[in-house]
């Protein structure tokens, strides 16, 4: 299946480095850039990139995903664009001037989406332009729900097929189904597994969640953790035991 794909896929994307520290993404799902600094200072050196969604950035706009990356931090803008192909790579070709590393796009957007977002991130060639494939709040009686048949496993994949074919360079999901997806894709893409919670911590709105040493085992090159880290006592703490989890 890989040798159909981009060549721009086969890049070696499932190991971002030997620093577990490029595995690891904070979630600064906060209101304030003032509530984001801190964050950010009390984790310190421990995490290299901060993902920044749409609660900070609908509350503060672009200025705090600047002064991210003007302080050294790399930002993983996850807005989730889905929309028409040209307004989609409008927003992607912005999100390129302000200096993210990754961004995400829904993968339900279609080809033609998907395609114009990925020609937008040109600019930036070091951009992973990230397809959302099954959100992880979301089970298979959901999809039911809204019109889609087969297990959330079958969606996954035929989305990160699709995703792949496009010029995505990675793909969001659960780590519930990196390893089929791995089977089936190959290596050479980068997983992002959101939902995922050390080992007994609240799972709070998500369905599909793992541990981070489980995610990394699945497949995921990255995880992303908000809430374990954010309110901890100790953040900066709690972001290197994890780290010594996804190491392990």
Do not use: W
């Given at each position: 299946m890989l040798s159909t794909l981009p060549h721009t896929l086969r890049t070696g994307l499932r190991h971002p480095g030997d620093d577990p520290r490029r595995r690891l993404i904070v979630a600064l799902d906060v209101s304030t850039a003032a509530a984001a600094q801190k964050i950010v200072s009390a984790v310190g050196d421990s995490v290299l990139t901060y993902k920044v969604g749409m609660q900070l950035y609908t509350a503060e706009g672009p200025q705090?995903?600047?002064?991210?990356?003007?302080?050294?931090?790399?930002?993983?803008?996850?807005?989730?664009?889905h929309d028409i192909p040209n307004t989609v790579g409008a927003a992607v070709a912005e999100a390129a001037k302000l200096g993210v590393s990754m961004?995400?796009?829904h993968a339900c957007g279609?080809?033609?989406?998907?395609?114009?977002?990925?020609?937008?991130?040109?600019?930036?060639?070091?951009?992973?332009?990230?397809?959302?494939?099954?959100?992880?709040?979301?089970?298979?009686?959901?999809?039911?729900?809204?019109?889609?048949?087969g297990s959330v496993e079958d969606s996954v994949l035929r989305l990160a097929t699709i995703a792949l074919a496009n010029g995505c360079r990675g793909v969001v999901t659960s780590a519930r189904?990196?390893?089929t997806l791995r089977a089936e894709l190959g290596d050479e893409f980068a997983i992002v597994t959101p939902g995922v919670r050390p080992a007994g911590t609240n799972a709070g709105d998500?369905?599909?969640?793992?541990?981070p040493a489980e995610a990394i085992a699945a497949g995921a090159?990255?995880?992303?953790?908000?809430r374990p880290i954010t309110e901890a006592a100790d953040p900066a703490a709690e972001a290197r035991a994890i780290l010594g989890q996804i190491s392990g």
């Open positions: 705090v995903v600047r002064d991210l990356v003007a302080s050294g931090r790399r930002v993983f803008l996850d807005l989730k664009y961004l995400t796009v279609g080809g033609k989406m998907l395609t114009t977002a990925v020609d937008a991130a040109r600019a930036r060639p070091d951009l992973l332009v990230l397809a959302v494939t099954v959100l992880t709040s979301l089970d298979a009686n959901d999809l039911e729900k809204v019109g889609i048949r189904e990196a390893s998500q369905v599909r969640i793992v541990t090159s990255h995880i992303v953790v908000g």
